[in-house]
Nanobody
Framework: QVQLVESGGGLVQAGGSLSLSCAAS????????MRWYRQAPGNQRELVAV??????IYADSVKGRFVITRDNAKNTVYLQMMTLKAEDTAVYYC???????????????WGQGTQVTVSS
């Protein structure tokens, strides 16, 4: 089965930086798009950043502060977070569109999430 595992979450002071990683493994042929979401308590899950081919898309709330990158050979996506704010506190989830050869289709998979807490 396809598995996505996030790492790098933790506690950081406001104004600081933190980098997240998400590695996909399992029955994967190709990944065409990878995404980062986040969800704070009581809030809707929010799309933070997308990388597809050479294109990147960012939520307005993080644009200029977060950078999404990808290593296709490692099936890994990264999220570099800078100038962190209290409102960035959330569980961050990795999501990927994966071509699964056994089913012959694209399927979306989620990671388990990693907690990011920004303190003053």
């Amino acid at each position: 089965q396809v598995q996505l595992v996030e790492s790098g979450g933790g506690l950081v002071q406001a104004g600081g930086s933190l980098s997240l990683s998400c590695a996909a493994s399992g029955n994967i042929l190709r990944i065409n798009e990878m995404r980062w979401y986040r969800q704070a308590p009581g809030n809707q899950r929010e799309l933070v950043a997308v990388i597809s081919g050479g294109r990147t898309i960012y939520a307005d709330s993080v644009k200029g502060r977060f950078v999404i990158t990808r290593d296709n050979a490692k099936n890994t996506v990264y999220l570099q977070m800078m100038t962190l704010k209290a409102e960035d506190t959330a569980v961050y989830y990795c999501n990927a569109n994966v071509w699964v050869p056994t089913t012959g289709s694209w399927s979306a998979f989620w990671g388990q999430g990693t907690q990011v807490t920004v303190s003053s």
